[in-house]
């Protein structure tokens, strides 16, 4: 008999989100739109601090929304963290645009802002002045916002902040995703709270949330005929998804404040493991939501990989996942300019992903731990 599966980040619902579900059903609002669309973004702006936002069909599709509305077009070039997910910047292609990639510092594991403005000058004496900034909050962690957002105020680019995985993440108590011209959100399965699918625009201008809404809903102009003058998307979160939403906003809190506890505890277990460090808050300016704890492996250390403990993790039925593989090192990615210094891709040699679902129970983090123990005294 194998033991329950431990998955790497999985739902975890709170209770309420059926309840949300049901009025949905009652009322007959199944489609786009509706109460529960306006709710949860009025809910969501409370929660954020944002001026507005727009629930759409997926963080994917805000990224590409607030890419379309920072004025990207065909040939322009667009800069984005290379250690990440492919979502960040399939958007940029889908503009017919380049995405130039920015390696990450160590502290963060987010983009260096050194290289950012080396990049920025290289790109603008090359004659090829950045379109926008997409820069990710990744694992949950902050970047250096401090120093970010002024390079980008300087040679006046827009930001847009990728907070997929950063909900409920804190710079200075101010929300990721709400210091740029425009933020997004996730509401993945695998995120800290989900709509099973979903994602959200985040702005402090309401303006743009609302020519985000417009182009999501199929870009319909004000006629009681159909009357385009805008190429519109179909991009809207239906009403019942946004019921679950609602549901898992109420107990966001305890969704970080549980995934803070993993982290801790997985810090303590591993006190005593020389050559394994992990992704920790450089200052208390920064917050995470500690969305995945991950870990690195100095392997001449150890003298175990991150895929031998992967593999045995596996071995006992609990999901493990190397770090982001950088979008320098894509294929599909290849010829696009890139400033690299590095960091993400030793990142990506060294570390592992470690389960973090906030329905992880204390047997299921001693099972865990017990599993990595054993692969280590083992070596
Ligand atoms: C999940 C994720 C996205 C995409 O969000 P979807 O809702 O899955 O489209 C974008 N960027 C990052 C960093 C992510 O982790």
């Not at 529960?36 to 929304?65: M, N, P, R």
């Not at 963060?108 to 820069?135: C, F, Q, S, Y």
């Not at 031998?308 to 894509?330: G, T």
Request: charged letters at 20%; a negative charge; glycine letters at 6%.
């Amino acid at each position: 008999m194998s033991l329950k599966k431990i998955f790497l980040s999985e739902p975890h619902l709170g209770g309420e989100e059926i309840h949300f579900i049901h009025e949905a059903f009652d009322t007959n609002w199944i489609g786009s739109l509706g109460p529960h669309v306006t709710a949860f973004e009025q809910e969501l702006a409370k929660y954020t601090g944002a001026a507005a936002t727009s629930c759409v069909s997926s963080g994917t599709a805000a990224i590409h929304l607030a890419l379309i509305l920072a004025g990207v077009e065909r040939g322009d070039e667009v800069i984005c963290s290379t250690f990440t997910f492919a979502a960040s910047a399939n958007p940029i292609v889908y503009q017919g645009a380049i995405p130039v990639f920015i390696d990450s510092e160590s502290s963060t594991w987010n983009m260096d802002p050194d290289l950012l403005e080396h990049a920025i000058k290289d790109r603008i004496a090359k004659g090829r002045k950045p379109k926008a900034v997409i820069l990710v909050h990744l694992y949950g962690m902050p970047a250096h916002l401090d120093r970010i957002l002024p390079i980008c105020q300087k040679y006046d680019i827009p930001l847009i902040e990728d907070a997929a995985e950063a909900l409920g993440s804190k710079f200075n108590q101010q929300q990721v995703g709400t210091f740029g011209l425009m933020g997004i959100i996730s509401f993945n399965g695998n995120k800290i709270i989900t709509t099973s699918s979903g994602g959200a625009l985040l702005s402090n201008n309401a303006e743009l949330c609302r020519k985000a809404t417009f182009l999501a809903t199929q870009a319909r102009d004000n006629f009681p005929y159909y009357h385009h003058t805008h190429i519109g998307y179909n991009y809207r979160m239906s009403n019942v998804l946004a019921g679950i939403g609602r549901g898992q906003l109420k107990v966001i809190d305890q969704r970080v404040e549980a995934r803070r506890e993993i982290f801790n505890f997985y810090k303590s277990f591993f006190k005593s493991f020389e050559g394994v460090t992990l992704l920790e808050e450089p200052d208390d300016r920064f917050f995470s939501n500690h969305w995945l704890t991950t870990i690195l492996l100095e392997p001449n250390i150890t003298k175990i990989t991150p895929d031998i403990l992967r593999m045995a993790l596996e071995k006992e039925n609990i999901e493990s996942r190397p770090l982001w593989k950088p979008m320098h090192m894509q294929p599909i990615f290849r010829d696009c300019p890139a400033y690299v210094n590095g960091v993400s891709e030793k990142l990506f040699q060294q570390g592992l992903c470690l389960p973090s679902s906030s329905s992880l129970t204390t047997d299921d983090l001693e099972r865990i731990a017990y599993c990595i123990g054993h692969v280590f005294k083992n070596v």
